[in-house]
């Protein structure tokens, strides 16, 4: 982000500056929103698929809302499903983005910093994202305003809920502000100044951290769901998270060098990939800890553990979802470490996705509805989400992948100095 | 500053702007059409509903209007004449709960009570109590079975229903993010059911399995619902919300004993004030052997489990 | 730049401090109000009475005769029974040959005298010897039925209606023959009444591992509620 340097210019006297910015803020506004909406054929097809999907979620989500949650395949013994699953996945792709901005701010990765802006904006489509699936697991969303502070009653710091809604929507703001603002100053030509984002980057850094520990801490501070109960929880969280994330934006980097060519982000997708070696080990090794504990102990704890793997009492729902994650995190773990992955495009490639829909596995139907079944008085009561669970689900998705779609463009042009025609 | 790119209005419009315009135009009314189910949702929806403050906000006279709107929305909803009053804890008192599991014939006559009682959804015979068949011989839950459909009871079996517990030291209550839920001075852990905002933290937080969500508009007959209802217990819940076991307090406050006692065919259930040291709940802390479920979560429930022998 | 940024981890650092200093807390504020019971009211008011509902009635047996007013007569016990020898070893109506049949008992290995009063059929008899109105059943049972009797008696054992505070109402209680056939006084077995659902029309594994379908009619539900009696001890 410095690597255009202003020219010097006589230091402006503060009214000037404001006034100034009441100019030029409404005209860079203006540029975003033309950028959102103008570009190539692909550009249009892909937004407008993205569109009539978020179409179709948002039309469940308002039949959802009218007739009730009962259309959704949760109960009160498995109350949360794939909007909470969901959720508690992006928490963890949010904070993934920091395995960019560690690398570009504390170890001044030349080529990590000049594309780190990619993972800032991931931070903010997922945050978003993850708000979208908590508004769909509300029971009664027009009653938000509950969770206001000083308009409502804000139960903090007793509700781990409310920890939860403080760092998410501080999360987004940092990086609202940091990539807002370094994109107003590339707009308007000026160098950015060091003390108007440094500092707020440090914080997103330690923020990125808190952000899943605190959502790792919503579930596991239940006593009664000893599958939650542990103090694994967080560390296996931010691990999976530092897999999914860098999974994610390589794939990004490998889109966007379709999308305008050349050898876009090469350094940071090194970078990544030697962070995933490690994250996705560590990963693995801490699902194994889990495992080991779980069954070599036994007892009536480690029933949701026993239904999750093997089934129990002829019930298996979920055993088909956790062995393919399993499968598929091992495979990518297999790809990333061989040696000359970084040569063979498809093959990393394909590794991503695998350890990305591995963690999404792992971390939803593995992690959130297991922590359900049995119930707490151990009653067997399965859950698949219903079809209209998933409408909602692919919304909210196609709605997060249109944004970061947007973000990533403006970014891009407005980055560019020399703009051609045929950019995306 | 004289850098920037692009400049918006400095753009002749062109066919590609016109197309543009009437692609946003469809797509603002394909996102209306999407959304129109939120229309007829709000038509069930006031202003005043929206805008009605927390329960322990409400002046007296707030209380009041709130209490002759809900009037007024059950009769329009469900065509019934109902009072819903607003009960206060009474001081000196605190509420505790016990049965007795040498007696309990897992009939579920309580669980049924508790339907009628608290105007539960009739199709999904909702109740705030799960009666399990467990193996003599074991507290194990894994043992447990809550569908039974056989004469009872069984030989080599006994019968435990489960129901709120109304704990000391509640999880439900500390997880709620709004304070939608809390612990009344004589112990009843309550729900404002127009604070809620269905978050479901606190069914998850509960280890009793006592709490319970409206998956829909409770459905039920206006011949069968009960007309004495209070605001904190009974009264017919809005979809989206939670609710639970409020050891009937529109009774209880008033000295009545809980709907689910009086049903009890075998008298297993023991209900009164646990700080009056005459009173029968005291009696059976003193003179049996009590255990209270899953005491090691620490969450000092009010609700005590003895048998006879 | 560094001093605001040490700054801001010392802040940062003292809010997290703050709040886990809080968070230590919780449990204890939660429960403030009821860890710290205000003061037990001794209310000296009234109290309402405890009504123990009745024991039964003299026995009646039905006759074919019909009286002055057309009724059908009804004879005491000891009209047969003044006419007949008792018999201390019969222990059953099965080992009678007429009389008392079909009458199922199961009540331990006792003679018929144990507790009918062989000098007065009209009455019952304690094991002292003495005679025993009908309606005083509760002592007769509380002869063998101690720790029942004990525990009725501080209000534990047996159905109750009513108020559990009497200062603001009376209270019903049962009497032993209200729920036990002295004949047979084991419990009734009985259907259990309804059903939990899991959830509204969604496939439910019964026991067994088939799949079916918890049905959403009210009708069933309908069908529960109708055959509910208003009365305690249906």
New interface residues.
């Given amino acids: 982000m410095n690597t255009v340097t202003a020219e010097p210019l006589p230091r402006p006297t503060a009214a000037e500056s404001v006034r100034s910015h009441w100019r030029h803020y409404p005209r860079f506004l203006m540029r975003l929103v033309w950028e959102a909406f103008d570009g190539n054929w692909k550009f249009y097809v892909w937004m407008t698929f993205l569109t009539c999907v978020a179409l179709v979620g948002a039309n469940a989500w308002a039949t959802q809302v009218r007739d009730g949650m009962g259309l959704t395949h949760m109960s009160d013994h498995v109350s949360w499903g794939l909007y909470i699953a969901n959720f508690t996945f992006l928490v963890g792709l949010a904070a993934g983005g920091v395995m960019m901005v560690i690398p570009a701010y504390i170890y001044h990765d030349e080529e990590m910093h000049k594309i780190v802006i990619i993972g800032e904006l991931l931070a903010i489509a997922s945050i978003v994202m993850c708000l979208l699936f908590v508004v769909a697991d509300l029971g009664r969303p027009d009653r938000f305003w509950h969770l206001l502070p000083g308009l409502g009653r804000f139960n903090f710091p007793f509700s781990m809920l409310t920890w939860d809604v403080i760092v998410l929507n501080g999360y987004l703001i940092l990086n609202l502000h940091i990539c807002g603002y370094l994109l107003y100053m590339r707009f308007r030509g000026k160098s950015p100044n060091r003390k108007w984002y440094i500092p707020f980057v440090f914080i997103s850094i330690v923020w990125a951290i808190s952000i899943h520990t605190v959502t790792a801490f919503l579930y596991c501070g239940l006593g009664g769901r000893p599958f939650w109960n542990t103090a694994l929880l967080a560390p296996r969280f931010l691990a999976s998270a530092f897999v999914s994330g860098p999974a994610f934006i390589i794939v990004a980097i490998y889109a966007i060098r379709a999308a305008i060519g050349g050898n876009f982000g090469a350094g940071a997708v090194k970078t990544l990939l030697n962070i995933m070696r490690i994250t996705i080990l560590i990963n693995l090794l801490m699902v194994i800890s889990e495992v080991f504990t779980e069954f070599y102990t036994g007892g009536s704890h480690t029933s949701s553990a026993r239904y999750l793997y093997f089934g129990l009492h002829g019930y298996n729902a979920l055993v088909p979802w956790i062995w393919s994650s399993i499968g598929m995190v091992i495979l990518a773990a297999a790809i990333l470490l061989c040696p000359k992955v970084l040569d063979r495009p498809v093959m990393l490639i394909a590794a991503c996705v695998l350890a990305f829909a591995g963690i999404w596995i792992e971390k939803g139907m593995g992690l959130i509805i297991p922590g359900f079944i049995p119930s707490t008085l151990h009653e067997l009561v399965e859950y698949q989400p219903s079809l209209l669970e998933w409408k909602v689900t692919a919304g909210i998705w196609a709605a997060g992948l249109g944004i970061y779609t947007i973000a990533l463009k403006v970014a891009i042009n407005v980055f560019k100095v020399q703009r051609s025609e045929t950019d995306v | 500053m004289n850098t920037e790119t692009a400049p918006l209005e400095s753009r002749d419009w062109t066919r590609r702007d016109a197309l543009k315009g009437i692609g946003a135009t469809l797509g603002v009314a394909a996102f209306a059409k999407a959304l129109a189910p939120l229309t007829e949702w709000t038509q069930d929806l006031s202003v005043d509903q929206f805008l009605q403050k927390h329960y322990k906000e409400l002046s007296p006279m707030d209380l009041a209007i709130v209490l002759a709107r809900l009037e007024k929305e059950t009769k329009e909803q469900y065509g019934a004449d109902v009072s819903i009053k607003d009960y206060k804890a009474q001081p000196g008192v605190k509420f505790g709960y016990a049965l007795n599991l040498s007696i309990c014939i897992g009939c579920r006559k309580c669980a049924e009570a508790c339907h009628i009682e608290n105007n539960h959804d009739r199709p999904s015979a909702q109740s705030y109590i799960r009666v399990f068949e467990m193996q003599k011989g074991s507290l194990d839950m894994e043992k447990g079975n809550a569908h039974y459909d056989h004469p009872v009871p069984q030989k080599d079996k006994f019968y435990m229903p489960v129901q709120c517990h109304h704990c000391d030291h509640p999880p439900c209550v500390s997880v709620c993010p709004v304070e939608a839920t809390w612990k009344e001075p004589d112990g009843i852990v309550v729900v404002d059911y127009n604070w809620c905002i269905g978050c479901r933290y606190c069914e998850a937080a509960c280890p009793y399995h006592a709490r319970r969500f409206n998956w829909t508009k409770p459905q039920i007959p206006a011949e069968e619902i009960n007309p004495d209802q209070s605001y904190l217990s009974n009264r017919i819940r809005p979809q989206g919300v939670m609710e639970k076991c409020t050891f009937c307090l529109h009774r209880t406050r008033n000295g009545k004993l809980p709907a689910c006692l009086e049903a009890c065919p075998t008298g297993a259930r023991v209900f009164g004030n646990l700080l009056d040291p005459n009173s029968e709940i005291r009696k059976v802390l003193a003179e049996k052997r009590v255990f209270v479920l899953k005491e090691e979560l620490g969450l000092k429930p009010n609700f005590f489990y003895f048998f006879d022998v | ?1 560094i001093a ?2 040490t700054r ?1 981890i010392a802040f ?1 650092v003292s809010c997290l401090c703050f ?1 886990a200093v ?2 230590a807390g ?2 204890d ?3 403030a ?3 710290a ?6 209310s000296n008011a009234p109290l309402h009475p405890v009504i123990i509902r009745p024991g039964p009635e003299t026995p009646r047996i039905l006759t074919t005769q019909t009286n002055y007013a057309g009724e059908i007569a009804r004879a005491s016990c000891s009209s047969c029974h003044t006419t007949t020898t008792p018999n201390r070893n019969t222990a059953s109506s099965a080992q009678l040959l007429k009389f008392h049949q079909g009458m199922t008992y199961a009540h331990g290995n006792q003679s018929c005298l144990n507790c009918h009063n062989e000098t007065d059929y009209d009455s019952l008899r304690l094991a002292n010897g003495s005679s025993l109105p009908y309606a005083d059943v509760m002592k007769l049972c509380g002869q063998c039925h101690g ?1 029942q009797l004990r ?1 009725y008696e ?16 009376p ?1 019903t209680r ?1 009497n032993c023959v209200d ?1 036990h056939d002295p004949h047979n006084p084991a ?1 009734p ?12 029309a ?1 496939p ?4 067994h ?1 088939s799949v079916k379908l918890c049905e ?3 009708a069933s ?2 069908n ?2 109708s055959s ?1 009696h208003p009365t ?3």
């Fill in positions: 730049m605001i940024t801001k940062v709040a809080l968070l919780v449990r504020h939660v429960a109000p009821s860890d019971p205000s003061q037990t009211i001794i720790p525990d501080m209000g534990l054992h047996g159905g109750m209606n009513g108020y559990w505070d009497r200062t603001r109402g209270r049962n729920c419990y077995v009985v259907q259990p009444v309804l059903p939990p659902k899991d959830r509204i969604v439910r594994k019964s026991e591992g959403k009619t009210a539900i309908c529960v509620l509910l305690l001890f249906a």
